[in-house]
């Protein structure tokens, strides 16, 4: 099963950035972070603040903060957990000190790079160093992913759907229109994904067949067309493979996994309901966490690094309805450092300490020879 699953690791290059990285690029990415929270922070006063209080960080008495700090430490040991069944559930073995490692690395790395690509690619190469396949690495990491993303597809229409406030996001009064083309967007999702875990080749086929639509239309030259079915049957073949190693492995760690995931997703929701709950509001913990189910879904389909402008700006959006304006400044920056800047300056120094360990290792080695 390993050698066959070997066959269609990530692409190289990608693991080659991980594998060698030269620390610059990830300290600029970082800085590129820091820039651009700074940016959509003032981007929220301007726009949903009252302008006259920036703001004000009297609510975060040393009980709140307590309060905070434990759940951040769970958020951190439930990340940890989901991630640690997957991988014994593929019958993959690794310390799990080591799986606390790997889970700063990948706060990091995620939060840094376009889209949240960077931190599975990070993971898979620290994983293969304990002598396991990438391909088994690839397939732990994508269905960690996975199981985060079918909870928010889940999860995400039927928060619209009974949360009049949340409607009123968008424009005109085509509310149901949107969320019906919404809920039949995922239910092809849902169908690819039965298709890849009952036979690939069929999604395979559907590939095929539009990159030859695409090539008698002249839209991709043959060389291209050709590539594209390469890449993605590699893709489709590998993600099938480990869907199928998870749904065959211990029933007793896929629950686990199953409910360490939703632990995970619920302490991180819990953020802005103490932070709230902090500032005098009494607002219904339900009606919170699934506005934060509506912002998570965007922040993980937002490009820039982090989500970096695009989380704080739609939180404020969403949160404004329930929120004063003296306070949302307040409430999305604490949000934010709780929820993210606090693991991603952990990974950071987590990450460096790794390279720099490397560099070390590889640099005695070279002496010996």
């Not at 073995?93 to 840094?112: A, D, E, G, H, R």
């Not at 396991?132 to 889940?154: D, E, K």
């Not at 493979?241 to 492995?249: A, D, H, Q, S, Y």
């Not at 004063?324 to 300490?353: A, E, P, Q």
Request: net charge positive.
């Amino acid at each position: 099963m390993n050698n066959g699953i070997n066959k269609y690791m990530q692409p190289k290059a990608e693991i080659d950035m991980i594998k060698n990285p030269k620390g610059l690029p990830y300290l600029f990415l970082t800085l590129v972070l820091a820039v651009t929270s700074a940016l959509s922070i003032l981007f929220v006063y301007n726009y949903f603040g009252d302008k006259e209080l920036f703001i004000s960080l009297g609510f975060l008495t040393l009980p709140v903060i307590a309060l905070l700090c434990v759940l951040l430490a769970m958020c951190f040991l439930f990340d940890t957990l989901r991630f640690y069944c997957i991988l014994k559930t593929l019958g993959i073995k690794i310390p799990f000190t080591y799986m606390i490692k790997l889970s700063f690395i990948n706060i990091f790395v995620s939060n840094i790079t376009p889209f949240a690509t960077g931190g599975g690619f990070a993971q898979i190469y620290l994983i293969s160093k304990k002598n396991i396949p990438v391909g088994n690495a690839t397939a732990a990491s994508s269905i960690r992913t996975l199981l985060l993303t079918i909870f928010l597809l889940v999860a995400t229409p039927f928060v619209l759907l009974m949360n009049s406030t949340l409607l009123g996001l968008f424009p005109g009064n085509m509310s149901f229109i949107y969320i019906g083309v919404m809920i039949a967007a995922y239910s092809a999702i849902a169908y690819v994904l039965y298709r890849l875990i009952k036979n690939a080749k069929v999604v395979k086929a559907w590939i095929y067949s539009l990159a030859m639509f695409l090539k008698k239309k002249k839209i991709l030259s043959p060389e291209k067309s050709k590539k594209l079915c390469k890449v993605l049957f590699r893709e489709i073949e590998s993600c099938s493979k480990g869907f199928n190693m998870f749904l065959r492995g211990n029933k007793k760690h896929i629950v686990l996994s199953v409910m360490f995931t939703l632990l995970y997703m619920l302490s991180m929701f819990m953020f802005p309901v103490i932070l709230t709950y902090a500032m005098g509001y009494h607002i219904s913990a339900f009606t919170i966490i699934g506005m934060q189910i509506i912002v998570t879904f965007i922040t993980y389909i937002a490009p820039t690094p982090g989500a970096s402008g695009i989380a704080e700006a739609g939180f404020a959006l969403i949160f404004s309805s329930i929120v004063s304006k003296g306070d949302i400044v307040s409430l999305t920056m604490t949000w934010r450092f709780f929820s993210i800047y606090v693991g991603v300056l952990i990974g950071l120094v987590v990450f460096y300490i790794e390279i720099f360990k490397g560099f070390r290792l590889k640099k005695c080695g070279d002496s010996i020879k």
